[in-house]
């Protein structure tokens, strides 16, 4: 018998704040707008940035955590400031699971593609003037370093980097270690903070939008960038959450353009739904960045696959957070799961009347039936990861 993997808890960090504010956001009418800021030229444009104050200090990271001073290959910069930040809502029940499975029990998978870019760029724009830069501050470990040192773990560390389905794969991943029994436990997920070099890629391949972006919207054109991500904590006790199924593919279509057919996009969600013993899902949180490709092959697939199933892109909340995206479409899952309420597709254009027909929930609505929930996540390459949580109606509560 195959061992199942429950979600126990989670913690979220992005530009609609805390869970809380992440909560109040993905349910409103209307979408607070992404703040300006300015490019590497100097250009306007939208972004989600997480409020400061969310972004706890090195120096109360220091104080909180003194064990992590006896590790000199830390630096704490943007990323890792903003992994801390999230581990610490987590910090009791992760001690509990190392109490009763023991540090080596307890994994630890982090997704990321931007990792230590901020400090990085800030050390060129600087003058190269800051004599603690070592070029290991770039590397796409630092948050999972960083995350190993806060909770002391010292069963299996590692990071995954594929771009947008980073933090998909590290759940996926963190998932199949205690399926084979590896690990009793995992902390997985991922995150990715604000980059101006990142951000200059996007442009260059003319992907970002002129101003607040409209997933599936007809006059759509492009995304918004933010940063953030989740954490989440995954047990094979039993819990009210399941992780119950996933399913990963590659198109081999192209480098930044997804195959238009979605046909290897429907082969991961088939196996998601197959493994999750269910043949659609109730809601569906997409990948829906905005761009014309993106949203006209999602579209497809989904309805190819699952046309009754309500759809939404809470991109336009937190912007698209890169390797932490998928890790918010998984908070934003939970959420519904818990309110059973669906949240609201927030775009102020038309949905494009040219794309394959979708259950858009671009009015505020509630249902008192979710009990399973599908999340997208695609990126560059062709590479796609999809997870279905399922509400498990036999947890104790």
Avoid at 173 to 197: E, M
Avoid at 364 to 389: D, E, P
């Amino acid at each position: 018998m195959t061992t199942k993997v429950y979600i126990h808890q989670f913690s979220s960090l992005s530009a609609a704040g805390d869970n809380a504010g992440y909560r109040e956001s993905i349910f409103a009418e209307k979408r607070p707008a992404l703040p300006w800021i300015d490019d590497f030229a100097g250009n306007r444009i939208r972004f989600g940035q997480i409020d400061e104050r969310y972004l706890i200090s090195e120096k109360t990271i220091r104080e909180r955590f003194p064990h992590v001073l006896n590790n000199p290959t830390l630096r704490w910069g943007r990323g890792n400031r903003l992994a801390a930040a999230l581990a610490i809502p987590l910090v009791e029940n992760v001690n509990h699971l190392i109490e009763k499975y023991g540090a080596d029990r307890v994994a630890l998978v982090i997704g990321a593609s931007v990792a230590g870019m901020t400090e990085t760029e800030r050390f060129f724009f600087e003058g190269k003037k800051d004599s603690a830069y070592r070029d290991t501050d770039l590397e796409m470990y630092n948050p999972a370093r960083a995350l190993k040192a806060i909770f002391k773990l010292k069963g299996p560390v590692y990071t995954i980097s594929t771009a947008c389905t980073s933090s998909t794969k590290a759940m996926i991943s963190a998932a199949r270690l205690i399926q084979c029994g590896a690990v009793d436990a995992a902390l997985c997920g991922g995150l990715d903070a604000k980059s101006l070099f990142t951000i200059a890629g996007f442009e260059s391949l003319g992907a970002v939008s002129s101003d607040l972006t409209q997933p599936f919207g007809e006059h759509r054109d492009g995304i918004n960038l933010g940063e953030g991500g989740a954490l989440f904590i995954l047990d094979k006790e039993s819990s009210p959450y399941e992780l119950s199924g996933w399913g990963e593919s590659s198109d081999a279509y192209h480098i930044s353009s997804p195959e238009p057919n979605a046909i290897a996009v429907q082969s991961a969600i088939k196996h998601a739904l197959q493994m999750s013993e269910i043949e659609a899902a109730d809601f569906v949180c997409a990948h829906g960045t905005g761009t014309r490709k993106n949203d006209e092959m999602e579209a497809l697939a989904i309805h190819n696959l699952m046309p009754n199933a309500y759809v939404c892109s809470t991109k336009t909340v937190t912007g698209h957070t890169l390797g932490g995206a998928g890790a918010l479409c998984a908070a934003a899952a939970l959420l519904s799961l818990d309110t059973q309420k669906l949240p609201t597709h927030l775009i102020e254009d038309n949905v494009d009347p040219l794309i394959a027909t979708i259950k858009l929930t671009v009015k505020a609505a509630t249902s008192g039936a979710i009990s399973s929930v599908l999340c997208n996540s695609f990126a560059f390459g062709g590479n796609n990861a999809v997870i279905v949580i399922k509400k498990n109606n036999n947890a104790a509560h």
